[in-house]
């Protein structure tokens, strides 16, 4: 879904955060200025992270990765399960046993 207008400038943003670190609250900034409160409340908490105060905040970008990265985890999980069942009826057919895995 395209943006339906341009990013607010790194300048804005730094200001609206100063504003809020003075004490007025995101819900009146936005009723002020233009950007939503929760808006102006996610760019206060990226600010906080270079100083130590907040861990890392994952942009969405970061987050869909993460769930994909995930997924594909818990799929090849499933997969080495299958191949290791498959290995040990093999070996039964054929009258060997299998060497154990060292795990990796």
């Known amino acids: 879904m395209p943006r339906s207008r341009a990013a607010y400038a790194p300048e804005f943003r730094q200001?609206?955060?100063?504003?809020?670190?003075?004490?007025?609250?995101?819900?009146?900034?936005?009723?002020?200025?233009?950007?939503?409160?929760?808006a102006i409340r996610n760019w206060v908490a990226?600010?906080?992270?270079?100083?130590?105060?907040?861990?890392?905040?994952?942009?969405?970008?970061?987050r869909e990765e993460l769930g994909q990265l995930r997924k594909e985890n818990r799929k090849l999980r499933v997969e080495r399960e299958?191949?290791?069942k498959a290995t040990a009826w093999f070996a039964r057919e054929a009258g060997t046993t299998p060497r154990r895995s060292s795990g990796s």
Not at 16 to 38: I, N, W
Not at 46 to 62: D, F, I
């Open 46 to 62: 990226r600010s906080e992270v270079p100083r130590g105060k907040r861990p890392p905040v994952l942009t969405s970008a970061e």
């Open 82 to 84: 299958i191949l290791a």
């Open 15 to 38: 200001k609206m955060v100063e504003l809020v670190h003075a004490g007025r609250s995101p819900e009146e900034l936005a009723k002020e200025f233009e950007p939503t409160a929760q």
